[in-house]
């Protein structure tokens, strides 16, 4: 009885509490960044606020190339991955060749950004994968060309790597949203009046699934304006991005680049506003225009045209990603591969054997990080979820923009205050610091997985088992948690491989003191000795692909007796 | 042998009296008054959205917030309103089974038993109910393999394990075919009149209505206009 009220006690202020948890630090760190950049920094003997620092950032040689580069990109790529992806679902949904490529696409999003823009670095290189296929019969090279294929000077390898993730991710969020509204008739009913089932989906299905896709696509928007790990890797150090310039002068010894590091992250924060605003605006001109045009009576006898191209396209992002990662997985075994041999002459374990030491470490941080970030926030989710259906309360639409904040601002923008600080506070470099910062990425993706399933769950299970005398927190236990063990694995299966790929957090929470194995696969990224990257690329993507194994096959396992289950888990 | 209620002797009425039930912009029923029997199954028919199912849920004390529920309702001379669904000792049947998928037959069964006894004496109880309801020697069985009629009194025989002191069926007999439906229909109403529950039945069939052995409420005049 006791525990119970505890429980209950507990699970009404959880809500609350998760959001402190969560908002606290970003409002916390965004103040942290726009103080000094306006010249608040006591710590560094900056007590009076002023916008000297803003001339010096305009001033600083680049600067708005680099501001521009980080707009146009991070626009490009997001335009491109929509496009493909609206174009191949509108044209294959429903077809068998739909469901094989989104169970080929789904594994990428697993593995982390800065393992997909190595594997792209190594596939389009000059002396890349593919210039070795292709060399030198029908190239003639017999050596590496002299050519900036990749990383290229105008950022489309970059824009690239972007597009690769982001199919899968937006594919995704397209399924669950399609599970919200009533597809099938849709597309039957446009049929049976003539329209083809392309243009019938486009025209029906689309303007209804929109809404529910836009803070998903406002947060690829947001985070391709934004990312760094990517830009490191696939953008030559005489092109960089505005990201990239706030990460130098972050790390730069002379600590009064300091102020201009915030100035350049504030600036992050307005272009990030700025583009989704620009993405806003375009969303009304598109519909205006559109309107007309879906009650014009077209019904798209030609829409065949698109099919092809939208197949074509989303085959080559699941074809780069997956070459990606296979290319570096066999550097981490190859003894001997040169120039212009397809696969490598010799294999051997050398790798394995001499080069695993430095990468104990790092395995063991990211294991330990990402573990115990997933299980705090399962914590709060399942919480916050089960207090929703104990109460009956209805999930309002503005609570959702709220859980979407830390993936709409950019990470850099209060990342850098929240450093400040935990320096302030002697908490740089903490376990808690690293783990709180991983927490704030790793919370909106794991309730985003968990919501669906557990607000989706029969309520009349809950009804009948407590009619039968059974109290809340048994119910809870015994009927509520079986029933969605594999959503609840799955779901942490998601936030440990989005803590696994994350690389601003640990970088600026973890005070130079913790190296995951992102961070040290980006750091490796400049020095071109492939078998190690491979041997990093291969754990980054292994590390989640294994928790996402178990979350499938547990479940399959425990209740493997139970047909009644193959529906619900 | 057959599985004995607790509470044995005559049984408490249901009694509805003056329930009115509101949403925020809309008047659901009002003034609706209905003492139910010992043993007796009153049956209310209606059109979809008249409030039936709402009824049942202010009874069941599942109701969500945004509905506003006046009136009293008691059972073993305790006001229900205030109580929370476990503590109502009020039994439900849906249109479904809802057996637990991840539990067998038996833990289905045993979930319904009261806290408080020994292992063999909830042993006893679950294979009785399951020997009453033709189940015999089947506790071991995945629930989705068996059939509809078995799942159908399987859940009945889960809810009387419980120890209700009333029951509600929400349209149980709908998803059956004609055959079973009047078996199954025979089977709960032999047990509400032997254990003497007060039983209020919510359903669209006027074959469900005639069977019953109680009075009959047509919804539609209570639906606020």
């Not at chain 1, 039957?188 to 329209?195: F, I, K, N, Q």
């Given at each position: 009885m006791r525990s119970g009220e505890i429980g209950n006690t507990w699970l009404r202020i959880a809500p609350a509490l998760t959001l402190l948890a969560f908002m606290g630090p970003v409002l916390a760190g965004l103040t942290g960044t726009l103080l000094p950049a306006f010249g608040y920094l006591p710590g560094l003997g900056g007590t009076s606020l002023s916008i000297a620092f803003w001339g010096d950032f305009g001033d600083y040689p680049g600067v708005g190339s680099a501001v521009w580069r980080s707009f146009w990109t991070g626009m490009l790529a997001t335009v491109l991955s929509l496009a493909i992806v609206v174009i191949f679902a509108a044209s294959w949904r429903g077809q068998r060749v739909f469901v094989w490529l989104h169970r080929g696409l789904a594994p990428i999003l697993s593995v982390p950004h800065s393992a997909v823009a190595l594997g792209l670095l190594f596939l389009l290189a000059p002396s890349?994968?593919?210039?070795?296929?292709?060399?030198?019969?029908?190239?003639?090279?017999?050596?590496?060309?002299?050519?900036?294929?990749?990383?290229?000077?105008?950022?489309?390898?970059?824009?690239?790597?972007?597009?690769?993730?982001?199919?899968?991710?937006?594919?995704?969020?397209?399924?669950?949203?399609?599970?919200?509204?009533?597809?099938?008739?849709?597309?039957?009913?446009?049929?049976?009046?003539?329209?083809?089932?392309?243009?019938?989906?486009?025209?029906?299905?689309?303007?209804?699934?929109?809404?529910?896709?836009?803070?998903?696509?406002?947060?690829?928007?947001?985070?391709?304006?934004?990312?760094?790990?990517?830009?490191?890797?696939?953008?030559?150090?005489?092109?960089?991005?505005?990201?990239?310039?706030?990460?130098?002068?972050?790390?730069?010894?002379?600590?009064?680049?300091?102020?201009?590091?915030?100035?350049?992250?504030?600036?992050?924060?307005?272009?990030?506003?700025?583009?989704?605003?620009?993405?806003?605006g375009a969303e009304r001109v598109v519909a205006a225009f559109a309107r007309p045009w879906l009650s014009a009576g077209g019904r798209g006898k030609l829409s065949r045209v698109l099919a092809l191209p939208g197949l074509g396209l989303a085959t080559l992002a699941w074809g780069l990603g997956a070459a990606s990662v296979a290319g570096m997985i066999i550097w981490s075994f190859a003894h001997r591969w040169r120039f212009p041999d397809a696969l490598p002459r010799a294999y051997s374990l050398g790798n394995w054997v001499n080069k695993t030491d430095g990468l104990l470490d790092p395995a063991l941080v990211t294991l330990v990080t990402g573990g115990v970030a997933a299980c705090i926030a399962l914590f709060l989710v399942v919480s916050c979820l089960e207090n929703e259906q104990r109460n009956r309360l209805n999930p309002g639409r503005h609570l959702l923009w709220l859980l979407y904040l830390p993936l709409l601002i950019p990470q850099v923008a209060f990342l850098f205050g929240a450093q400040a600080l935990l320096v302030a506070f002697r908490l740089d470099g903490s376990w808690m610091a690293i783990i709180w910062a991983h927490l704030l990425f790793v919370l909106p993706y794991l309730f985003l997985s968990l919501s669906d399933p557990y607000r989706r769950l029969d309520p009349r299970y809950r009804v009948t088992a407590l009619s039968l005398g059974q109290s809340q927190s048994r119910v809870f236990w015994t009927i509520t948690l079986p029933l969605l063990l594999r959503p609840i694995l799955i779901a942490l299966a998601v936030g440990f491989a989005v803590s696994v790929g994350q690389y601003l957090p640990t970088i600026f929470a973890g005070g130079g003191r913790f190296a995951t194995l992102t961070t040290e696969a980006v750091t490796l990224a400049g020095n071109g000795d492939r078998r190690l990257i491979g041997l990093y690329v291969f754990a980054q993507s292994f590390l989640p692909f294994l928790g996402f194994g178990i979350a499938a096959l547990w479940p399959l396992w425990r209740f493997r007796n139970r047909r009644g289950m193959r529906g619900l888990v | 042998m057959t599985v004995e209620p607790n509470n044995s002797g005559p049984g408490s009425a249901l009694v509805l009296t003056d329930i009115s039930l509101a949403l925020p912009d809309r008047m659901i029923m009002q003034g609706f008054s209905l003492t139910v029997a010992p043993g007796e199954v009153a049956t209310v028919m209606g059109p979809s959205g008249c409030g039936k199912s709402t009824l049942l849920s202010a009874i069941a004390g599942t109701l969500s917030p945004s509905f506003v529920l006046g009136g009293a309702i008691s059972l073993l001379g305790r006001d229900l309103t205030t109580l929370p669904t476990e503590e109502r000792r009020v039994g439900m049947l849906f249109q479904d089974a809802l057996l637990f998928p991840h539990l067998n037959l038996g833990e289905n069964l045993a979930f319904g038993v009261p806290a408080g006894l020994t292992r063999t004496e909830r042993r006893e109880r679950v294979d009785a109910a399951l020997d009453r309801a033709g189940l015999a020697g089947m506790w071991d069985r995945d629930p989705d393999t068996l059939s509809g009629g078995q799942r159908a009194r399987a859940a009945l025989m889960r809810t009387l394990l419980s120890e209700p002191a009333a029951l509600l069926l929400d349209e149980p007999f709908s998803r059956l075919d004609a055959a079973l439906q009047e078996r199954f229909r025979d089977f709960v109403f032999g047990h509400v009149t032997e254990r003497q529950l007060p039983t209020l039945l919510v359903t669209h069939d006027p074959r469900d209505a005639e069977a019953a052995p109680g009075p009959v409420i047509a919804f539609e005049d209570f639906a606020g206009a």
């Open positions: 890349g994968w593919i210039m070795r296929l292709v060399s030198p019969w029908a190239t003639g090279f017999e050596r590496p060309p002299d050519l900036a294929l990749a990383p290229d000077p105008y950022g489309l390898v970059f824009v690239l790597g972007l597009v690769v993730k982001e199919i899968p991710f937006l594919l995704l969020m397209m399924l669950s949203g399609l599970n919200q509204i009533p597809e099938r008739q849709s597309v039957t009913l446009s049929r049976s009046l003539g329209y083809s089932a392309m243009i019938g989906w486009i025209k029906i299905v689309l303007p209804q699934l929109y809404p529910v896709m836009r803070l998903p696509i406002y947060a690829v928007l947001a985070y391709s304006v934004s990312v760094v790990d990517m830009a490191v890797v696939l953008l030559p150090a005489t092109s960089p991005t505005l990201g990239l310039l706030v990460m130098r002068w972050f790390n730069d010894p002379d600590l009064t680049y300091q102020f201009l590091a915030a100035v350049g992250a504030t600036v992050q924060l307005g272009l990030v506003v700025g583009a989704i605003v620009i993405w806003w | -």
